[in-house]
Nanobody, 124 residues
Framework: VQLQACGGGLVQAGGSLRLSCAASGRTFSSYAIGWFRQAPGQEREFVAAIMWGGITTYYTESVKGRFTISRDNAKNTVSLQMNNLKPEDTAVYYC??????????????????WGQGTQVTVSS
């Protein structure tokens, strides 16, 4: 599976963006997908994840109520709708497939097939 993230851009605080993660490969629907982000000078951190069927989702506390992750297995895509964006959301956003279940859903060590990131910049 190869992933490609897109949809980033520059937005004012309070605005919205919708990121998409497009996947190639027929096995996409068998993977849980995660979104991570990395701000300048910071470690990459977990943002959200969605399980195979699209029902079970997970979010880091700072984005709960503002971000929504969803997937369309027929189109091999996972989306991240980001509302009420804040300057602290500024980062490069990456999507990845969960390959292992050794730790919990937020551990990037369990993820692979990292897509090329997309830059999100939120101005104050």
């Amino acid at each position: 599976v190869q992933l490609q993230a897109c949809g980033g851009g520059l937005v004012q605080a309070g605005g919205s963006l919708r990121l998409s993660c497009a996947a190639s490969g027929r096995t996409f629907s068998s993977y849980a997908i995660g979104w991570f982000r990395q701000a300048p000078g910071q470690e990459r951190e977990f943002v959200a994840a969605i399980m195979w069927g699209g029902i079970t989702t997970y979010y880091t506390e700072s984005v709960k109520g503002r971000f929504t992750i969803s997937r369309d297995n027929a189109k091999n895509t996972v989306s991240l709708q980001m509302n009420n964006l804040k300057p602290e959301d500024t980062a490069v956003y990456y999507c990845a497939t969960r390959l292992y279940y050794r730790r919990n859903y937020s551990s990037q060590d369990d993820y692979g097939n990292w897509g090329q990131g997309t830059q999100v910049t939120v101005s104050s």
